[in-house]
């Protein structure tokens, strides 16, 4: 259960009398939305998600934006004097179209012109992508090809609408991956809804 982020918010019921705002990785928005709705039925609690790359929400809460948990893709940008805890993995794949590889090789085939990578400055997925192709000695080589996609999410899209030719994208564990990334959560409000809500973030691995 992967959870695929849009830029924006769930909506929220009218009744509620707090609302619970959380940040989460662009590839993790559909499981967020599941938790959101078990908890909003259980609570008289709304969850608004704001979903983007791991690196770019880190900013923003360094920036003090005000944001009662963050559900990021990648430990390493948890640099937080906050509560955190691990969720579970997602998993890396190729997309070549609309089938999926585990042999990297095909990206060097001629016939690919144009391959999306979410940004490795600021997702995680991309930052993993650009670390295996450097360890099996293809980043210089592919480099040319690259496409660069704000987070996983727009690159998994790039690759399903035809505009690139291949894509490094989340996939479901029962897929061909490539990687693994870890997702975290980290609890930045001390207020009683919000440890709620983090708490019920069951660690597991994640998938589709």
Known sequence: MLFFVSLCLCGFPAFSSETLTVAV???????????????????????????GS???????????????????????????????????????????????????????????????IANPQIAPFGAAAKRLLQKRGMWKAVQPKLVYAQNAMQAS?????????????????????VATIPYVAALLTSNKNSRELYESLEVKNVSK
């Open 54 to 116: 791991t690196g770019r929400l880190y900013n923003q809460i360094k920036q003090g934006a005000p944001f009662d948990i963050f559900i990021a893709a990648g430990s390493q940008k948890i640099d937080l004097d906050k509560p955190h805890k691990a969720m579970g993995y997602g998993y890396l794949g190729v997309q070549l179209g609309n089938r999926f590889t585990t042999d990297l090789q095909e990206l060097l085939q001629p016939n690919m012109h144009k391959i999306a």
């Open 25 to 51: 990785a662009s590839s993790l928005y559909p499981q967020a939305m599941q938790y959101s709705k078990q908890f909003e039925a259980k609570h008289d609690v709304a969850v608004r998600l704001v979903s």
């Open 157 to 177: 899209m790039m690759v399903n609408q035809g505009l690139v030719d291949a894509a490094f994208v989340p996939v479901a564990e029962s897929q061909s991956h």
